[in-house]
């Protein structure tokens, strides 16, 4: 079992709808969690963080955390073709080792 | 500021030679990280530095060494390249502290032919 799941995708949304992205993770002892947006060719960067159960808002981006259910998602509300990228989920562990998922693609169409 | 720079952006070599790709950032922060990007893979670990003087294998260590030459300073060497090793590699730093993410450098894209 993977660490850090994700569905590849790709994900296609309309412009002005709510994207949603999943990602499960395995190490019920995970502290910390992460989403990030790598641009095709660029570097992955880091966009929301949380460490706590429910939901944590910032702008247009929604991280939710259910550590019973071992569940992070990230809802992009209003989205717009700017925020077509790939969107990486990393977990962190004691030891401060990082565990990514391998990515959800997504497309916002105009 | 900045942040995490890595060099070179971009390398091709043949197959037995060596290199050595560097990393720095001016953030001040204690932890660096050394991370292969493959197709379908995702980001897996190579090497980690916790701290200054300490260095730790990760998921994919084969065929690299690190060096931790200093606290900004966090260099990976691939001694004798193979195809394989044909890869996009990204330096990362971060803090000791729980709720800190990584910040990565720019990225050297490595072709080994």
């Known amino acids: 079992q993977k660490e850090v799941e994700q569905n590849s995708g790709p994900l296609s949304v309309p412009e002005g709808a709510i994207a949603s992205l999943n990602c499960t993770y395995s190490d019920r002892v995970s502290q910390s969690f992460f989403w990030y947006r790598q641009y095709s060719g660029k570097s992955p960067e880091l966009i929301m963080s949380?460490?706590?159960?429910g939901d944590k808002e910032d702008g247009r981006f929604t991280a939710q955390l259910n550590k019973a259910s071992q569940y992070v998602s990230l809802l992009i509300r209003d989205s717009q073709p700017s925020d077509s990228a790939t969107y990486l989920c990393a977990v962190k562990r004691a030891g401060n080792q990082f565990y990514f998922g391998t990515g959800t693609s997504l497309t916002v169409i105009p | 500021n900045a942040g995490v720079t890595q060099t070179p952006k971009f390398q091709v070599l043949k197959t037995g030679q060596s290199m050595t790709l560097q990393c720095a950032q001016d953030?001040?922060?204690?932890?660096m990280y050394w991370y292969r990007q493959d197709p379908g893979m995702g980001l897996r670990l190579i090497y980690y530095?916790?701290?200054?003087?300490?260095?730790d294998k990760g998921e994919v260590p084969n065929g690299y060494n690190v060096s931790r030459l200093n606290k900004r300073e966090f260099s990976l060497r691939l001694e004798s390249a193979a195809p394989s090793q044909t890869s996009v590699y990204f330096c990362?730093?971060?803090?000791?502290?729980?709720?800190?993410?990584?910040?990565f450098g720019s990225g050297t894209r490595l072709t080994v032919v």
């Open positions: 530095s916790a701290s200054e003087g300490t260095t």
């Open positions: 990362a730093s971060s803090e000791l502290k729980n709720n800190y993410g990584y910040t």
């Open positions: 949380i460490y706590s159960n």
């Open positions: 953030m001040n922060h204690n932890s």
